[in-house]
């Protein structure tokens, strides 16, 4: 129980230390630029605490849960040796995850209103709402078909050099062709996909299924999984500009 | 507070569940088996919700608002050019020094903070077999954040095109690729993607925005987007370059050895 005890002061205590320096940041610029006394202290003391009690429970979670079963699903994928559902579960994972992302209905809303000011859609509730709509969809199935590739580029053993390069040079043709609004959030887009909670799993199940197929190296063929699914949105979101 | 919480806990709740659907529907109806030590991952699942709820409130309640308050008072043009000066029609670009001090501070330290970006560093450093540090793949991450971040400010402020950016970036990570150690490239790509997800995102919008508004001749809707796009490009290189540099001082080492 002790030990229990310890370890858990000791990970809070690492906890508190990864928000030392924005501590430091906000104290710095709030007292010697601005020369003003920080607001709410109480609330902000209170705050931190929840920052740091919440960021020790997430790391633990992380390693007691999300790892393993993101993990074993990969293993026991590759034992199965079905391909197909391989693919079908890399697309839902892919695709349920980004859907209901906060960050991405918040993006979305605001494409929408740029786009209706800037009179490619009209300024209606309506049009507004199935512009934004039409934008998450496009955005999540893009991350649906990323981790796909992703999967296939692990089982083929691929090289993520050309893949990745082929797709920033599809990013830069196709930022001259799209629509002059729709190229900053089309950027931002493959940013906000990511969650905190998506990136754990995916991570997990690329290096769970390149260490457990021969011939694969889970440092070179494990990670990459992430870096198509922040690039394919860009381009999709792009050419979602451009058909409408 | 309470009220707060549980208002968080529910949309986490809402977050969670069809990533839960989803694996435990594969496990049940196409795997066919049962999930080894259920108890702990049930539990992992748990402790990760509960976190997450702790650690949105509390951003909430500390540091969003502070972190909009700085970025509003920052780009205020009382505070840049003084209470009564009036505001030029063409700013200097110097003039704003202060808000890419802040841009850089700011990028770096949420950055360290970014829960997922220590997820993909514990395992990194676990796969590497410790050859990648936990400690070394977050600095080098959060310096390219801060780097993109304060570039991403300057390039609001001078009003010069993204693409232009973007473009050069990408050309300098397709250049690093083929000079950059061979097992740190897909890790590279995959922390631009990492690094701007909870902490990170919602200030430098607020800074995107507010400066957007309040430099003159910018408009909010063209120019305060693309932060996120520059906070996601500039990791990619400062990693390959991590890697360049360490493979670089080992080689050193070697031949001052012999």
């Excluded at chain 2, 839960?20 to 030590?37: D, K, S």
């Excluded at chain 2, 650690?55 to 700085?70: N, T, W």
């Excluded at chain 2, 400690?135 to 390219?144: D, Q, S």
């Excluded at chain 2, 909010?220 to 991590?242: Q, R, T």
């Amino acid at each position: 129980m002790k030990n229990a005890f310890w370890a858990l002061f000791k990970s809070m205590a690492a906890s508190l230390r990864d928000l030392a320096p924005i501590i430091i940041v906000v104290v710095f610029f709030q007292l010697a630029v601005f020369g003003q006394p920080l607001p709410n202290l109480a609330e902000l003391l209170m705050g931190l605490l929840f920052v740091v009690l919440g960021l020790t429970f997430f790391i633990y979670g992380l390693e007691m849960g999300l790892f393993p079963i993101g993990e074993s699903m990969a293993h026991a994928f590759a034992r199965k040796g079905s391909v197909l559902w391989l693919i079908i579960f890399a697309f839902s994972l892919g695709f349920g995850t980004t859907i209901a992302e906060p960050a991405l209905i918040a993006v979305a809303a605001e494409a929408a209103s740029v786009a209706a000011n800037g009179g490619v859609i009209e300024a209606t509730l309506n049009a507004k709402q199935s512009y934004a709509n039409g934008l998450r969809y496009t955005v999540a199935l893009s991350v649906g078909f990323a981790i796909v590739l992703g999967v296939i580029r692990i089982l083929k053993g691929w090289s993520i050099q050309y893949m990745i390069i082929g797709g920033y040079c599809l990013v830069v043709l196709m930022t001259v062709f799209a629509p002059k609004e729709i190229v900053g959030i089309a950027y931002d887009s493959g940013g906000v996909t990511t969650s905190t909670i998506t990136v754990p799993l995916v991570t997990a199940l690329g290096v769970g299924l390149a260490s457990s197929i021969r011939g694969r190296n889970p440092m070179i063929d494990g990670f990459g999984l992430i870096a198509f699914a922040s690039l394919l949105p860009m381009i999709f979101v792009m050419a979602y500009g451009m058909v409408i | 507070m309470l009220l707060n919480l549980i208002e968080t806990l529910l949309s986490t709740l809402k977050d969670v569940l069809p990533i839960a659907l989803i694996l435990f529907g594969f496990q049940i109806f196409v795997i066919r088996r049962p999930i080894a030590n259920l108890k702990n991952v049930v539990i992992g699942f748990v402790y990760v919700i509960i976190g997450l709820t702790f650690f949105l409130v509390g951003l909430e309640k500390a540091l969003f608002p502070i972190g909009r308050l700085m970025a509003d008072q920052l780009t205020s043009p009382d505070f840049i050019f003084g209470d009564s000066a009036a505001v030029p029609d063409v700013v200097n670009w110097m003039d704003y020094y202060w808000v890419y001090i802040f841009a850089f501070a700011i990028g770096f330290s949420t950055t360290i903070a970014e829960p997922s970006l220590m997820a993909v560093a514990i395992k990194a450093n676990d796969v590497s077999g410790g050859a990648i540090g936990v400690w070394g793949l977050r600095i080098a991450v959060a310096l390219g954040v801060a780097i993109g971040i304060s570039l991403g400010t300057y390039r609001i402020v001078s009003g010069l095109s993204m693409h232009y950016f973007i473009i050069t970036g990408y050309i300098f990570v397709v250049i690093q690729t083929f000079y950059a150690p061979k097992m740190i490239v897909p890790l590279a790509y995959d922390s631009g993607g990492v690094t701007t997800s909870t902490v990170t995102v919602p200030l430098v919008a607020a800074l995107g925005l507010g400066l957007a508004e309040s430099v003159p001749g910018r408009n909010p809707l063209l120019d305060g987007f693309g932060l996120i796009a520059f906070a996601s490009l500039f990791p990619v290189m400062s990693v390959m370059a991590y890697a360049q540099l360490s493979e670089y001082m080992n080689k050193r080492e070697k031949k001052s050895a012999k």
